[in-house]
Structure formats: structure tokens, C-alpha cells
């Protein structure tokens, strides 16, 4: 049997065993049944690493299994695409998962809501302005809100054999539409938003209604196609009082959305993941054959929920999913840009690899950083036999808060097992305290760490009391583990100003992003073009003479995109534009071209000449079907 059939074959048992308990232990019972197959699997570690992912299985089984073919032939049933893809966002993009299709549930209820006429005429009427518009809108506002207030569990069959047009028509309106514009309000995203609007209800509506002889109102059926139209057509309208512009329907196109636009912003993630566990860099690399840290995202999610001063909100985790989610776009771009700049790779990428080195760098360490380790060595034994609490002290919070269950029993050998994780530890926050007050020095990250900091303190117990080392601290602060605060004099950017005071600022990195992209396409097509390199032999690096050009051509590109961006920000396309260097390029026959010493083969030549002309996408997809192999560590090669 293959990997695809075993895992399907676990998957559609785990989904049985769900349909087939009640209600109330249903759930469980999923759980136990995946603990049963995770036990026969063998040593098939590709396998292993998907199994021990808990939520990852149940998301596959309970949620997206039963959406019907549309979903099923995706990649997120790939064994070798989930176990690649299990390491910075997964946690992230399986909550997206549920709460989509925990809109399509709600949109498809039974509850009591308008028929789409009467919706319909209300959607024109909010274009209006005066008090019949504001009422209209005052009106769409409340049918908002009992569509996200309603509790009735629908199923979701009555999708089954739209999906498909639903994918093609968002895969149609939003294809012209930038990146980092979908879910924003911005103009061009508006105005398609719109037309899918229109085109999603007439389409469903020709499904549903029009191909039926029935009347809508003798026919339960049809009424409730009618108002599943109406609800559909009330979500995917903007509200003015909204933060941000609704998204399309759950479909392939959303999830390739979705995970697309989590990885463009990847550092930017596992920096946040970085301030919710110490061990996030390490505990994979000292513990090569556990599972409990493959993915971030899903240890910061589990950090927050299990969090040692007990976050009670019962859907903490969605909330804090939708908080990061609504500013990937914007604060978590600017994070990400900021941590992708070539000082900060090499501050992130110098942590020690393996124990060894972990030892080497925690021998250099000065003494008191050796007596903090002694006096945590000693608490955490003391805490384990349960004769004491923490006393206060570096290090001693970040044990609080840490997945890395270190009071467990199995724990024998403090050599192996205890002892190079705290000293991990102290050397995260050694490096923290380095870079991260740099880093939020940034008004805009200072932001955004202080509106997480101001969502994780809703979701606490209100008045709750909780002790911190030898004191008491309440639930109207929190703190993180590296205990690392906004410099003085940093004013952080707080959502109630970030679109007014920064808004210009955003919408240039989110072009600068873009073309960053490009410019690293192009890089990465070139270096491994067999023209360019050096020698012959597979590895060869660039020649010379390529190189010096390549970086001077990179250099230029980013210059000119400066500019342009310029020239957009201030609506004036002449600004800054020297003619003299708008000049026409043409790429010369080979009859104009130097004799070279060594002719090309021919396939070489057509090989070239059929990407001049391409882009940067197009040219790294052909690349990639050449000899050449294109490595993931190549993507980084533009700073």
C-alpha cells in the first residue's frame, strides 16, 4: 500500500469512528482512534511525523474529508507535501480551515432569514447616500451579525457540486488583483469584490433555483437555496465600520490563497513564534526524533492556550489566529521584511545546531550566566520532586512557559535529556536581548507586539491572580518570556492610527514586497542558467564576470523600483524620471554578437531564446524542468 492510500485509509477510519459515536464523545473517540493507528505504522518516519501531528490529522479527517472530491484531490492529502509543510504556519493555516468552513456552515443554516429579493433590494439601496443609504447598511450590518451568531450545525453537502464553480469564479475575478489586496480595502479589491459578489449569487442561483420547475415559496428546498443566496450575498458585502473587506468563499483557490500568503510573510511568523517559546530554534534540533516542536505556529498557539497564568477564553486560539491573520498584509509584512534583511538572517541563523555546539557556545558564556544555570538546574529539580516554586530570576519565567515538558518522569539523564535545553534556553535569551531590541525599536513591530500583548490580556480571567516567581501578578498585564521591553521613546502604532499614520508606508512595502519577489526569481533562474556558471562541473558557482553584472542589474532593479514606487505613492509618474535612462532594449541576433571561442549547443540557444521575453514566474518554472535543480535555500539570495 502507498503512503497516499495508508494515510487516506487512517483518515477515512478516523472520520468513521467520528460518525459513528455520539455526540458528545464523538470527538473523542476520533482522538482514540488515531492513537490505535499511530501504534501500526511502523517506522515510516514521514508517516510518524504527520500522525504526531494531533490537530493536523483531525482538521484532514473531520473537516476537510468530508467537504467531498472538490477538496480531497488537494495536496494537504499529499504525504510528502504535509510532511515538508509541517514547520513554520501549519497551525495557522488549519485555523483558517475551520473557521471557513465554519462560515460555510453558518451560511448554509436553517435559521430564519430574508429571501435574496428582499436582501437584494437592500444591497442596492446601501449604495445610496442620505438616511435611506445608512439604513440600508444599518440594516445589512444586523443580517452581518445573525449569520456570525448562528448556532445551527448545517451540512454542508448542499456545496458539493458548486465548489467547483465557486473555485472557477474566484480564480477568474481575483486573478487580476495584487497579492497582498485581497481581504484589504482598497480600491481595485473592492470593486472585484463586488463583481464576485454578483457573479457567485447568479451562479448559484442558476444552479440551485433557475434549473428547478418549482416555484421558491411551495418548495422547502428551494426556500432554503434562496436564503443560503440571500446570506452569501450579505457576507461578501463591506461594512464601513469593519477593520478589514470580506474574502471569498471557502474553495481551492482560498487555501492556495491562504497558505501562499502565511509563506510570503514566513520570518515574519517565526519571529511572533519566537516570542511565546524559548526552545522554538532548538528543541527539533536536540531532539531530532520528537514530534512536540515541528511546526511554530502550532507551538505558539499551544503556548497561549496552555499558558501558565491560563488563558480562559474558550476560543483563544481562533481569536489569536484571526488577529494575526487580518494583519499579514501589513504589521506582520513589515516584521518579516525587517527580519529578512541580511544582518538579521545572519543573527538568526548562527544558533547552535546540535548539542556540541550547543556546549561550545555555553562555554564561552560569562560565569554569572553559569550560576544562573546551576541556581535553574536546582529549582527545576527542586520543582520536580514538588518541594518548592521558582525563586525569581533570569530564566525561571521562560521555564514556566515552555512546550518542553521537563518535569516529565521519563526524564532520567540530566545530562542528556535536562541540561542542554536550559542552557538553550539561556543562550536564547542571551541573543534576544541582541537583536529583538533592535527590532522594536520599530514603531510599527513595537505595534504590533503591544496589540498581541492587549488581546492575550482580553482573553484572561478578568481580576484573576496569578504568582510570578515570588510575587503576584495580575491579569491586566502580561509578560513575555524574554522579558524584553519597548525601548523609551518608542511610540508604538496601535490599530486605532495604524491606517491613517502608516498607511502610505504600508501600501510601498507591500509593492517593494512584490517586486522583491520577482527580482529573487529572476536571481535564482540565472544562477542556474549552464551559461552562467563557471565550470562544468554540477556545482559550480557563478562565473565572475556573471556575478559582478548580475549583482549590479540586481542593484538597479531595486534603485528603479524605488523609484517607481515613488512616483505611485505620490501619483505623479514623472518624478524623478530621467529620460536619458528610459533607452530601449534589444537583445542582439547571434550574427551581431562577439564570436565566442566555444559555440552553444543548439538546444541551448532555443533554450534561451525562448526566455527573454518570459517573467520571472514563467522563467524559474522552466528552469526548474532543466538539468538544473533549483534549491529551496536559493530563494534567499537577494537581501
Not at 440551485?208 to 434562496?226: K, Q, T
Not at 443566496?229 to 482560498?254: C, E, F, G, K
Not at 514566513?266 to 536536540?286: D, H, N, Q, S, T
Not at 509593492?511 to 519577489?517: C, P, T
Request: aromatic share 6%; charged share 30%; glycine share 4%.
Amino acid at each position: 500500500m502507498s503512503e497516499e492510500s495508508g494515510l487516506s485509509a487512517i483518515l477515512e477510519g478516523i472520520l468513521q469512528a467520528h460518525l459513528s459515536s455520539p455526540n458528545d464523545s464523538s470527538y473523542e473517540s476520533a482522538k482514540a482512534k488515531l492513537a490505535q493507528e499511530r501504534s501500526g505504522i511502523g517506522r515510516n518516519s514521514r508517516l510518524v511525523k504527520i500522525l504526531s501531528y494531533e490537530k493536523l490529522i483531525l482538521v484532514l479527517s473531520l473537516v476537510l474529508l468530508p467537504l467531498g472530491r472538490h477538496f480531497r484531490e488537494r495536496r494537504e492529502f499529499s504525504v510528502v507535501w504535509l510532511e515538508k509543510s509541517i514547520e513554520t504556519a501549519m497551525g495557522l493555516y488549519l485555523r483558517f480551515i475551520v473557521s471557513q468552513t465554519d462560515t460555510m456552515k453558518k451560511l448554509a443554516s436553517d435559521d430564519d432569514f430574508p429571501d435574496y429579493k428582499t436582501v437584494n433590494a437592500t444591497l442596492e439601496q446601501a449604495d445610496d447616500d442620505g438616511p435611506e443609504g445608512a439604513e440600508a447598511q444599518r440594516q445589512i450590518g444586523l443580517w452581518r451579525m445573525q449569520i456570525t451568531n448562528s448556532q445551527d450545525i448545517s451540512d454542508l453537502a448542499v456545496f458539493d457540486d458548486v465548489f467547483d464553480k465557486i473555485d472557477t469564479c474566484a480564480e477568474e475575478v481575483f486573478s487580476t488583483c495584487i497579492h497582498t489586496d485581497i481581504g484589504e480595502k482598497t480600491n481595485a479589491y473592492l470593486g472585484a469584490l463586488k463583481r464576485y459578489r454578483h457573479k457567485i449569487t447568479t451562479i448559484l442561483r442558476k444552479k440551485w433555483l433557475e434549473e428547478s420547475n418549482d416555484a421558491i415559496e411551495a418548495n422547502d428546498v428551494m426556500r432554503r437555496y434562496d436564503k443560503i443566496t440571500a446570506r452569501i450575498a450579505v457576507w461578501l458585502s463591506p461594512q464601513d465600520d469593519a477593520r478589514n473587506a470580506p474574502i471569498p468563499l471557502l474553495s481551492a483557490w482560498l487555501l492556495e490563497y491562504a497558505w501562499s500568503s502565511l509563506s510570503v510573510v514566513k520570518e515574519g511568523v517565526i519571529e511572533i513564534c519566537r516570542w511565546f517559546e524559548p526552545l522554538l530554534e532548538y528543541y527539533p534540533a536536540l531532539h531530532a526524533k520528537s514530534h512536540e516542536m515541528d511546526d511554530k505556529s502550532e507551538v505558539m498557539i499551544h503556548n497561549v492556550v496552555n499558558h501558565v497564568v491560563r488563558i480562559y477564553a474558550p476560543d483563544a486560539d481562533v481569536q489569536l489566529c484571526h488577529f494575526l491573520w487580518e494583519r499579514r498584509n501589513s504589521l506582520i509584512l513589515h516584521l518579516h521584511n525587517a527580519m529578512s534583511t541580511i544582518s538579521q538572517k545572519e543573527t538568526q541563523q548562527d544558533r547552535p545546531k546540535d548539542m556540541v555546539q550547543v556546549n561550545i557556545a555555553f562555554d564561552k558564556l560569562p560565569g554569572d550566566e553559569k550560576r544562573v544555570f546551576e541556581q535553574l538546574l536546582l529549582s527545576m529539580k527542586n520543582i520536580s520532586k514538588g518541594n518548592s516554586r521558582f525563586s525569581q530570576g533570569r530564566g525561571t519565567y521562560a521555564m514556566c512557559v515552555t512546550k518542553w515538558r521537563w518535569r516529565d518522569k521519563t526524564l532520567k539523564n540530566a545530562k542528556r535529556d535536562i541540561e542542554p535545553l536550559v542552557k538553550a534556553v539561556l543562550l536564547e535569551l542571551r541573543k534576544a536581548r541582541e537583536y529583538r531590541t533592535v527590532i522594536l525599536a520599530d514603531s510599527i513591530i513595537a505595534g504590533l507586539r503591544k496589540q498581541l500583548e492587549h488581546i492575550l490580556v482580553q482573553m484572561m480571567k478578568p481580576n484573576s491572580h496569578f504568582r510570578l516567581s515570588d510575587k503576584f501578578a495580575t491579569s491586566t498585564m502580561w509578560q513575555w518570556w524574554d522579558d524584553i521591553e519597548i525601548p523609551k521613546g518608542v511610540t508604538p502604532i496601535m490599530s486605532a492610527n495604524i491606517d491613517e499614520a502608516f498607511k502610505s508606508k504600508l501600501q510601498q512595502i507591500q509593492l517593494e514586497q512584490r517586486d522583491q519577489d520577482a527580482i529573487k526569481e529572476l536571481v535564482t533562474y540565472v544562477k542556474h542558467m549552464a551559461c552562467a556558471q563557471a565550470t562544468t562541473e554540477k556545482d559550480s558557482a557563478l562565473n565572475s564576470e556573471v556575478a559582478k553584472t548580475l549583482d549590479a542589474l540586481v542593484h538597479a532593479l531595486k534603485s528603479n523600483s524605488t523609484r517607481l514606487h515613488d512616483c505611485d505613492m505620490a501619483m505623479d509618474p514623472d518624478l524623478s524620471c530621467d529620460v536619458r535612462v528610459a533607452v530601449p532594449f534589444k537583445i542582439p541576433k547571434t550574427k551581431d554578437q562577439i564570436h565566442a571561442t566555444i559555440l552553444e549547443p543548439a538546444s541551448s540557444k532555443r533554450h534561451r531564446s525562448t526566455t527573454v521575453s518570459e517573467s520571472p514566474g514563467a522563467m524559474k518554472k522552466r528552469a526548474r524542468s532543466s538539468p538544473f535543480t533549483i534549491s529551496d535555500s536559493d530563494e534567499d539570495l537577494v537581501g
